[in-house]
């Protein structure tokens, strides 16, 4: 735990200079810019709002912040794990000509798309504002949420980045099990709410992106207290994976380079 806190000092400025580096070349060539980080959200709202509530006639209140809410977070979990896979190939230029601890990749990566998702919940408010949303200090609730959601997410990154050096289809196999997770996670519904009893406690139990995305619309919109003894128990599990993930990382990281 001492190495991983120095190297964290040691290598901050890097993975905030390399997370800017990222995002200007993301969009480099676009018209559009970073209005692209609103776009994809908006746009993914608009469809799902059409097929809940016109096609299949199923809404909840707030219902366009209500998905906004749902897609950004989940944009910002999938996305980064989706890319821990390949982070160390994908920067093997860099990792075989001098000494990086790989784990600040991932910080790479959370800080861009973290960065992606504080610019699209802007619009989270807008909407707030829209629909005359009453805000109390219930609010807050959102600060240890967004803290169990990046613990969560680094955790199993970890993992994944240190398996992908290993395991050449892991990217695919992550693709498949990230779309089966997406549609039980509650992105255009409400768990609590529309999946029966033993089920919706199952999912929310079980799947930390279904309760998370839960309990920041429950404290945003709906002035809801969330279950903190599933955030606490969340929050831990994400720890215990980022220790375990970390060590991991630190053992074979030397021989990354020789699979590569």
């Known amino acids: 735990m001492k190495r991983f806190i120095e190297d964290v000092k040691k290598y901050r400025k890097y993975a905030v200079y390399a997370a800017k580096s990222e995002l200007?070349?993301?969009?480099?060539?676009?018209?559009?810019?970073?209005?692209?980080?609103?776009?994809?959200?908006?746009?993914?709202?608009?469809?799902?709002?059409?097929?809940?509530?016109?096609?299949?006639?199923?809404?909840?209140?707030y219902f366009a912040a209500f998905i906004f809410i749902g897609y950004n977070c989940w944009?910002?979990?999938?996305?980064?794990?989706?890319?821990?896979?390949?982070?160390?190939?994908?920067?093997?230029?860099?990792?075989?000509?001098?000494?990086?601890p790989k784990f600040v990749l991932i910080f790479v990566k959370m800080t861009a798309n973290g960065f992606k998702m504080m610019i699209a919940f802007s619009i989270v408010?807008?909407?707030?504002?829209?629909?005359?949303?009453?805000?109390?200090?219930?609010?807050l609730y959102m600060i240890p949420l967004f803290l169990t959601l990046f613990v969560v997410t680094f955790g199993l990154s970890t993992f994944?980045?240190?398996f992908g050096?290993?395991?050449?289809?892991?990217?695919?196999v992550i693709q498949v099990v990230l779309k089966l997770i997406f549609y039980l996670t509650g992105i255009f519904y409400s768990v609590s709410k529309r999946v029966p009893y033993p089920y919706s406690s199952l999912l929310l139990k079980c799947n930390p992106m279904a309760y998370l995305i839960d309990a920041m619309r429950d404290s945003l919109l709906y002035q809801a207290v969330p279950d903190c003894g599933l955030?606490?128990?969340?929050f831990l599990v994400g720890l215990l994976l980022s220790?375990?993930?970390?060590r991991t990382i630190y053992r074979h990281e030397n021989s990354y380079v020789k699979v590569m």
């Open 24 to 61: 200007k070349s993301e969009v480099a060539n676009s018209h559009l810019s970073w209005l692209w980080w609103i776009l994809d959200p908006l746009l993914f709202m608009l469809v799902y709002s059409f097929v809940a509530v016109i096609v299949f006639r199923k809404s909840e209140q």
């Open 165 to 172: 050096v290993y395991v050449e289809d892991l990217a695919n």
């Open 75 to 100: 944009n910002f979990f999938s996305n980064t794990l989706r890319q821990s896979v390949k982070l160390v190939t994908a920067n093997s230029a860099i990792v075989s000509k001098v000494y990086l």
């Open 160 to 162: 994944l980045l240190h």
């Open 243 to 246: 220790v375990f993930g970390v």
């Open 231 to 234: 955030m606490a128990a969340w």
């Open 125 to 139: 408010v807008v909407m707030m504002v829209g629909y005359h949303v009453p805000v109390d200090w219930k609010i």
